[in-house]
């Protein structure tokens, strides 16, 4: 039995399906939003953001950790992530960042989701359903250019909700350039400005938000909430990458590691892969692994990418088929009992998110978030044991024990 399933096994938890998985450490997860909470301050919420399935690090499990390591809302893209987390039994607040379809109001309304709205018309619909309605955030266009009321229409929209008896639960934006104080300086100005005149026409704006993670990291001003997305799971944006500031404090969460199925030793000469686009120069041990670009391992980047085979970095040779890559172990001692790493829970290093996403010209963003379904999500302690996971074919994650104290931080790392 592979150490992946003897760990499995160990915990009680169902073996693997197929040898390709998703690690998360639910400690370094704990320790992310302590982080975001004191850089937010004592004041201000924490949104755990889940969306996209937690970036690559699967909603369910995720979101139920992010809840007991102390961020009081979750945030998500679309109405259906915010459902499913209902029915894996999440009753805390919801926020839908993006708009939902209005012929679904009601069922936000009746699953306790806040909704976003972004123009007068919705704003006219959303008065009509009364008592009916779902919580409201009214987010506002300071400069995003993406969504959002113009600030000079967020009275109107506000003052229609309020004419219903429907008081905002949110007033809201989103920094286009966090990195740039300027460009940050102009937006905090036009929101404030939306503030005090919803205050001047007796509107309270209730719940002011601003900050994802850029604005957290690079001290945005952080209102009542803030919505912790890239950083939540410890992966810095580029200008922020090697900074000492309290953006080190955050850690890689997530790990993908796949087990050879097959290794052959083949002769010089031999082509590897679908059009033989890789042909070896001499006797190499060539290993198959079961992970592809239905998995989110994107095809172009193949002949660019590589793994880690215990100390040594190896690469991946010929085209990533839809189901498995090559990889030319030619020069170790990997069996197929050995896992390989192609993306690590590190800041840098040759399998990094960055270094990945640099090999595919592409930003971290996309590399987590395009990890597909297929790949099994195991929960780590500190002490690297399995505490939950997510499989593919199951109904809902299975958890143990020690999933609690795991995701609040309380089991110590090893070593």
């Known amino acids: 039995m592979r150490g992946m399933d003897a ?20 400690p370094a997860l704990a320790g992310n939003v302590a982080a975001l909470r004191r850089m937010a301050g004592p004041a201000t919420a924490v949104a755990a953001v889940v969306k996209a399935d937690a970036y690559g690090h699967g909603i369910e499990v995720t979101s139920r950790a992010a809840r007991l390591a102390g961020a009081t809302w979750l945030s998500v893209a679309t109405l259906d992530e915010a459902l499913l987390l209902r029915r894996h039994a999440d009753t805390g607040r919801i926020l839908v960042n993006y708009p939902a379809p209005k012929t679904r109001w009601v069922d936000a309304h009746a699953a306790g989701i806040d909704v976003v709205i972004g123009d007068v018309a919705s704003a006219v619909e959303i008065a009509g359903m009364g008592a009916g309605s779902p919580r409201v955030h009214l ?5 995003m250019g993406r969504g959002g009321v113009l600030p000079e229409d967020a009275v109107t929209a506000a003052s229609i909700l309020r004419a219903a008896g429907i ?10 350039a966090p990195e740039d104080p300027v460009v940050t300086a102009g937006q905090v100005g036009a929101f404030e400005e939306v503030l005090a005149k919803l205050r001047a026409d007796g509107i309270d704006p209730g719940l002011r938000h601003l ?3 850029g604005g957290i990291l690079h001290g945005a001003p952080a209102y009542d909430l803030v919505r912790a997305g890239l950083a939540l799971y410890g992966v810095l944006p580029p200008e922020l990458a090697g900074s000492d500031g309290p953006a080190a404090t955050l850690r890689p969460c997530l790990a993908v590691r796949a087990a050879p199925v097959r290794i052959a030793d083949v002769p010089a000469g031999t082509p590897i892969g679908y059009g033989g686009t890789f042909v070896t120069s001499r006797l190499s041990r060539i290993a198959t692994v079961p992970i592809g670009y239905a998995d989110g391992w994107t095809r172009n980047a193949g002949p660019r990418t590589v793994a880690v085979a215990g100390d040594q970095v190896v690469p991946v040779v010929g085209r990533i088929s839809s189901d498995s890559m090559t990889v030319d172990l030619t020069g170790t ?14 800041p840098v290093g040759p399998v990094s998110a960055d270094a990945v996403a640099g090999v595919r ?12 379904h297929r790949l099994a999500r195991v929960y780590l302690d500190g002490r690297g044991r399995p505490v939950a996971i997510r499989r593919h074919e199951a109904a809902g994650p299975e958890y143990t024990e020690g999933f609690e104290a795991a995701a609040t931080g309380t089991e110590p790392e090893a070593g």
């Open 7 to 26: 760990a499995l096994a160990a915990a009680g938890l169902a073996p693997l399906a197929r040898h390709a998985w998703v690690e998360v450490s639910l």
């Open 139 to 143: 987010e506002i266009d300071t400069g």
């Open 167 to 176: 008081e905002l639960s949110g007033t809201w934006s989103h920094l286009a």
């Open 211 to 213: 900050d994802a993670s």
């Open 333 to 346: 001692t990997v069996t197929a009992d050995d896992p390989l790493t192609l993306l690590e829970a590190a």
């Open 361 to 372: 010209s592409t930003i971290t963003w996309e590399v987590l978030q395009t990890l597909s």
